[in-house]
């Protein structure tokens, strides 16, 4: 059985190094992916619940989202080795939704790289055309080319166990590409890497897919693999599709408290809120107003970055420093505002007293979702607290470190 899977679905790895292109770039009609409201239902619970979204020809997309959100089993509807319970899922324009996987014109990677530990590299890689009687002198030809493409020359006679991680990753890389299709699934494929690969396989992975002209559809948890590469990231949360845009609209613009908490590192912070006399405070922070009118049923979202600390002379939110994290590129500072705990990210290395300081932040910075439902609030009248007690707002340009206190670098 696994023998005939990985004959239509040709397993995939991720290492790129130079090499021309191998799928049609011209004909994009087998490139795009739709999904018409797909679900997913074990035992009566919904693993993936009316998922809709369309990928186009050549795009990278990333299904992000923590584990049992659904991502990996929506890729395997897509890749057909699992069967949808309602929906469509349409590849070109064809409804595959009830075809096996080898008839779907798509290659995928696998977590575990599924490698035949019996067979040699080599054979590892023509495996798919030899299952589909490609003529042996193609199937040579087609091999010499991929293997100088990941740069595997010299490891065709091996066979797994004599490879380390990053080289399986190119032999299931080389699968895929020798396959020569337009789409290319990925479930979870770096995970198995150390921290220094992994960033070398993404950048490597993104120049491949772009080379090629592939469509990707890449799923993982890491929030870095999905800024970093993709042209899209559609996040997932118990079954369903909290959020599609670009990287940037995600982290920028987020449209519920979920997407705000999973995407940045260290992520934004969430603050409960108290109204009082027509204005909104901090809980238990009654001296200076965040936004004017009633918006204590919201929770106000900054982001660490945005957020300067300035000593307590100055204009702003009291606020007491809790500790101060130093990570080389920038210092985290822990502060309690009333009896809410917030992080700031400031540049490079950041020596702070243990008293009274003050916080501030633009009013742009300032996101609100409501707190039961945790959807984008856009209509509330935010101030930023260095304006809201009447004295001049303070930015990075003109925050005054504390007195011999200064950045070290």
Wanted: net charge neutral.
């Amino acid at each position: 059985m696994i023998r005939r899977v990985l004959a239509g679905i040709d397993a995939v790895s991720l290492f790129a190094t130079e090499g021309r292109a191998m799928v049609d770039t011209k004909n994009n009609d087998n490139k795009r992916i739709r999904l018409e409201d797909v679900s997913k239902v074990w035992d009566g619970l919904a693993a993936v619940d009316q998922v809709t979204f369309d990928v186009s020809p050549g795009e990278f997309v990333i299904l992000l989202g923590p584990s049992g959100c659904g991502k990996s089993t929506t890729l395997r509807m897509i890749s057909g080795l699992e069967q949808t319970t309602a929906g469509r899922i349409v590849i070109g324009d064809r409804d595959v939704t009830r075809e096996p996987p080898g008839n779907r014109g798509i290659s995928m990677v696998f977590q575990s790289y599924a490698l035949f530990p019996h067979l040699s590299v080599a054979d590892n890689i023509v495996f798919g055309l030899r299952s589909r009687k490609v003529p042996k002198p193609q199937r040579q030809e087609r091999l010499e080319r991929v293997a100088r493409m990941v740069g595997l020359e010299d490891y065709l006679d091996r066979k797994p166990a004599q490879l380390s991680g990053g080289q399986r990753q190119r032999v299931a890389l080389a699968r895929a590409i020798i396959a020569e299709n337009a789409i290319c699934l990925m479930d979870e494929p770096l995970s198995n890497l150390d921290a220094r690969l992994r960033g070398d396989m993404r950048r490597e992975i993104k120049a491949l897919q772009q080379r090629l002209g592939m469509t990707v559809v890449y799923v993982t948890h890491d929030q870095v693999e999905a800024m970093s590469m993709g042209d899209r990231v559609i996040l997932m949360h118990s079954g369903r599709i909290v959020q599609d845009g670009s990287p940037a609209e995600l982290y920028n613009r987020p449209t519920t408290a979920f997407a705000a908490s999973f995407i940045g590192s260290p992520a934004m912070n969430l603050i409960e809120l108290e109204a009082m006399e027509g204005q909104t405070f901090i809980a238990k922070e009654p001296t200076v107003p965040i936004a004017w009118g009633d918006a204590g049923h919201c929770l106000l979202g900054l982001r660490p970055e945005d957020i300067v600390i300035q000593p307590s002379s100055a204009a702003g939110m009291p606020a007491q420093v809790i500790d101060e994290e130093y990570l080389g590129a920038d210092t985290i500072v822990r502060v309690r505002v009333g009896n809410q705990t917030l992080r700031a990210r400031l540049p490079g290395q950041q020596s702070m007293p243990s008293e009274h300081c003050r916080v501030d932040w633009p009013v742009t910075a300032a996101h609100f979702f409501t707190a039961d439902s945790g959807e984008r609030r856009d209509d509330i009248d935010a101030v930023a607290p260095a304006t809201a007690n009447s004295r001049s707002p303070i930015s990075r340009d003109t925050a005054q470190p504390f007195p011999d206190q200064g950045a070290k670098r």
